[in-house]
């Protein structure tokens, strides 16, 4: 099973940028749709952002026009590039398989990567 690896995150005052990106341990070839999702404490894991293996992207309507997906098959890795950070978008950053996020299955799940949005 394929394992994922997030990093990037930080502190950041509203306004600034972040770039996260998520290694796999092996193909990503074959996963039809990855994404990025977010837990802030208290909460449940909630969906930011998706891309298919064709390149297609979604995002949730909070990230909309502020965050970017993208997917790198030759690295095996899918990074978030965010933009005009607000301090909601605080919160723990996981990669993963969008099948797996729909069914509630995080057993090959990182540990994720904190992001802080605060002055």
């Known amino acids: 099973q394929v394992r994922m690896v997030e990093s990037g995150g930080g502190l950041v005052r509203p306004g600034g940028s972040l770039r996260l990106s998520c290694v796999a341990s092996g193909s990503i070839f074959n996963i039809n749709v990855m994404g990025w999702y977010r837990q802030a404490p208290g909460t449940e894991r909630e969906y930011v952002a998706v891309?298919?293996?064709?390149?297609?992207?979604n995002y949730a309507d909070s990230v909309k026009g502020r965050f970017i997906i993208s997917r790198d098959y030759l690295k095996d890795t899918i990074s978030l590039q965010m933009n005009n950070l607000k301090p909601e978008d605080t919160g723990v950053y996981y990669c993963?398989?969008?099948?797996?996020?729909?069914?509630?299955?995080?057993?090959?799940w990182g540990q994720g990567t904190q992001v802080t949005v605060s002055s």
């Open positions: 993963g398989d969008h099948d797996d996020y729909r069914s509630g299955n995080f057993a090959s």
């Open positions: 891309i298919s293996n064709s390149g297609i992207a």
